[in-house]
């Protein structure tokens, strides 16, 4: 009777280690892909953090160029708070990955207004009806953003599978002729392959280049292409009032997609 009894509790502890084992892998792995989710939400923070950074170098509008510093700050300050807290801490981590989809909003906003502030510069009197338009548009985008959250996210996760190879930049005469003299150009051609990629989700794709000049004049060209998924060639171009000339020197490129950064380049010409 007594071995009997022996017996049974050896089994209970033999099934209560073994229970116990388990659990203990089942939490390690748990642990684990909390924190490749940390991870991964500390890296989307940080590209934010760059793209804030990137745009408040070559926008010459203080305005907007402290607004990109105060944003790129509060990444900054996310980034710092993501490294302090524990993977454990579900309710924290889950707290900052939902405001996530705020700086997705904010750095497609600010997209739209500098788009709107050059084309302003660009020819104030032919351009203002086209520009209150847009900041009309971005003012209902920004409104309407509540309701819209999965598919500006959807765009962002888009444009962040989209490569480009191959930038170049031309400088056009009247003639549509290269030439390497900047006084001599009227227009100016960005050209770049958008890489072959397949899995990407295929669709409508909105390119924006935005170029400073040596003398801190910005110039912007966009384009919608539809994209397939296999490589593709795209041209951008800028038209140069005809009251304005190019100076020599470097020019600076900055290149969007959906209001993902892809690419910066620099060219100097005489």
């Known amino acids: 009777m ?20 388990k659990q203990r892998k089942q939490n390690k792995a748990m642990l684990e892909l909390a924190e490749m989710d940390k991870k991964e939400l500390e890296d989307q923070y940080q590209q934010f953090a760059d793209q804030y950074g990137q745009m ?9 160029s402290t607004q990109l510093g105060l944003q790129q700050g509060k ?20 707290r900052l990955k939902k ?43 920004i409104s309407g953003l509540n ?10 996760e888009i444009a962040s599978l989209i490569n480009i190879d191959d930038v170049n930049m031309t400088l056009l005469t009247k003639r549509n002729k ?23 989700p295929q669709g409508l794709k909105n390119f924006v280049a ?3 000049t ?24 800028a038209i140069i009032d005809k009251k304005e000339k190019l100076v020599k020197g470097t020019y600076q490129i900055i290149i969007f997609a959906n209001g993902k950064h892809l690419d910066n380049k620099s060219f100097t010409f005489k």
């Open 2 to 21: 007594i071995s009997a009894i022996i017996l049974i509790l050896m089994v209970c502890i033999g099934i209560l280690g073994y229970n116990l084992s």
């Open 56 to 64: 408040r170098d070559i926008i010459t509008d203080k305005n907007i």
């Open 75 to 94: 990444a900054e300050d996310v980034i710092l708070k993501l490294r302090k807290v524990s993977p454990r801490n579900i309710k924290e981590i889950t």
């Open 99 to 141: 405001t996530l989809p705020l700086f997705k909003r904010v750095l497609y906003s600010y997209i739209l207004e500098v788009d709107s502030l050059t084309k302003l510069n660009q020819n104030l009197v032919a351009e203002n009806a086209l520009v209150r338009g847009q900041y009309t548009q971005a003012t209902h985008q």
């Open 147 to 156: 309701h819209r959250n999965s598919a500006l996210s959807r765009q962002v």
């Open 178 to 200: 290269a030439t390497n003299k900047a006084k001599r150009a009227r227009s100016i051609n960005v050209t770049f392959n958008i890489a072959k990629n397949l899995t990407a």
């Open 210 to 212: 935005i170029i400073t």
């Open 214 to 237: 040596p003398d801190k004049q910005t110039l912007t060209s966009q384009k919608t292409i539809t994209f397939t998924g296999r490589r593709t060639s795209v041209v951008l171009s």
